[in-house]
T-cell receptor, first 115, second 109 residues
Framework: DTAVSQTPKYLVTQMGNDKSIKCEQN?????MYWYKQDSKKFLKIMFS???????INETVPNRFSPKSPDKAHLNLHINSLELGDSAVYFC??????????????FGSGTQLSVL | GQSLEQPSEVTAVEGAIVQINCTYQ??????LSWYQQHDGGAPTFLSY????GLEETGRFSSFLSRSDSYGYLLLQELQMKDSASYFC??????????FGGGTRVLVKP
């Protein structure tokens, strides 16, 4: 009964390959995100979807393409992987509360290592 | 854009009190959140402050001063399991949550 689940947990691949990370949430939330956490633990938002619509698209290379088939799923496809893409990628979901509050629920993360 | 500053690391002994400060610069402001992340784990929500003042949740409290663009997380009666990274995060214009660089708290016996 995991709230936000993402797969795979570990992804080791060669430069130039294409890979996907899947994310699903069973919380009934409207909004889903992808965050990237680098080796210095800095968490940076990449994308946000609300009810399948893209609402935030940070300065992310075009090689990264999110897809949301429905509001419970947000997948991330990465083309032509580069060494600098190595990081932990977190999926998250949220529901808006009162006074602008927003509590994010994170998945367990996908450790991507590009060799 | 948004920027948040918090100390990189704090060390304390079990039973002590630790205060993690966070100063922010944003265009627009809705509130300040705090998240905890253990090594190898996912960030988990701790607290949210939209108004000035102190919010207490068990051993953890969070404070906000909107006029000073400042907040802090107070960890009391520190336990070994509190060793983790703590992130402040600001909800601002553009409706996105921007995280600080994180403060690594190391609790020693």
């Amino acid at each position: 009964d995991t709230a936000v689940s993402q797969t795979p947990k570990y992804l080791v691949t060669q430069m130039g390959n294409d890979k996907s990370i899947k994310c699903e949430q069973n919380l009934g939330h409207d909004t889903m995100y992808w965050y990237k956490q680098d080796s210095k633990k800095f968490l940076k938002i990449m994308f946000s979807y609300n009810n399948k619509e893209l609402i935030i698209n940070e300065t992310v290379p075009n090689r990264f393409s999110p897809k949301s088939p429905d509001k419970a799923h947000l997948n991330l496809h990465i083309n032509s992987l580069e060494l600098g893409d190595s990081a932990v990628y977190f999926c998250a979901s949220s529901q808006m509360g009162t006074m602008g509050s927003e509590k994010l629920f994170f998945g367990s993360g996908t450790q991507l290592s590009v060799l | 854009g948004q920027s948040l500053e918090q100390p990189s690391e704090v060390t304390a002994v079990e039973g002590a009190i630790v205060q993690i400060n966070c100063t922010y610069q944003t265009s627009g402001f809705y509130g300040l959140s705090w998240y905890q992340q253990h090594d190898g784990g996912a960030p988990t929500f701790l607290s949210y402050n939209a108004l000035d003042g102190l919010e207490e949740t068990g051993r953890f409290s969070s404070f906000l001063s909107r006029s000073d663009s400042y907040g802090y997380l107070l960890l009391q009666e520190l336990q070994m399991k509190d060793s983790a990274s703590y992130f402040c995060a600001v909800k601002a214009a553009g409706n996105k949550l921007t995280f600080g660089g994180g403060t690594r708290v190391l609790v020693k016996p």
